[in-house]
């Protein structure tokens, strides 16, 4: 008899990390997306006392700025039953030059965000990270000194997702 292995994930059927999870584990697992992080453990108890019980099974989630930044690139484990992805978010995993440069050209946006070259994708990402350091660096503080989800991370009115209007460092500071 095939044992029964389930990753519950944040999000729906058809969001990122479902289809993902989906795609890398395959016909090995069941995947079930629960939604948000928030009340994640109750959900997950609560589908484990249904009629389908799993053999084993955890929770596979971002590691957002709810955890350090790790020293190695690995998975990141609570102790229990969930394991957290290196980066912040799984999207983080889609960041690639050439893939980004060819998309621009397949839609034909090269022109219009002034991008000729993988070099200038390079330069537009490091620019980009460089106008978001203290943003990040005052998220990631503020993940260090919460505890379980005792406040937010950010401070936009939209959440997570969305960038204030000012990204300098005393800005940051004054707003997280």
């Known amino acids: 008899m095939r044992k029964i292995i389930t990753i519950y994930c944040e999000g729906k059927s058809g969001s990122l990390d479902f ?23 109750a ?44 980066r912040t978010t799984i999207e983080n995993y889609f960041f690639d030059t050439s893939l980004f440069f060819r998309f621009l050209e397949t839609k034909k946006l090269t022109s219009k965000y002034n991008i000729k070259t993988e070099t200038d994708v390079i330069n537009v990402f490091i620019e980009t990270a460089k106008s978001l350091k203290f943003y990040q660096a005052v998220r990631h503080t503020l993940g260090q000194l919460r505890f379980s989800n005792s406040f937010d991370t950010t401070w936009v009115k939209e959440g997570s997702g969305h960038l204030p209007e000012k990204l300098d460092l005393e800005s940051c500071k004054t707003e997280g």
Request: with cysteine.
């Open 19 to 41: 289809d993902i999870l989906d795609k890398v584990v395959g016909s090995l697992a069941r995947i079930k997306p629960i939604g948000s992080k928030r009340g994640a453990n």
């Open 43 to 86: 959900i997950i108890e609560h589908e484990e006392k249904g009629a389908t019980k799993s053999d084993f099974y955890c929770f596979f989630r971002d590691r957002d700025f709810d955890c350090s930044v790790p020293k190695n690139e690995e998975l990141i484990f609570d102790g229990k039953k969930t394991y957290f992805s290196y």
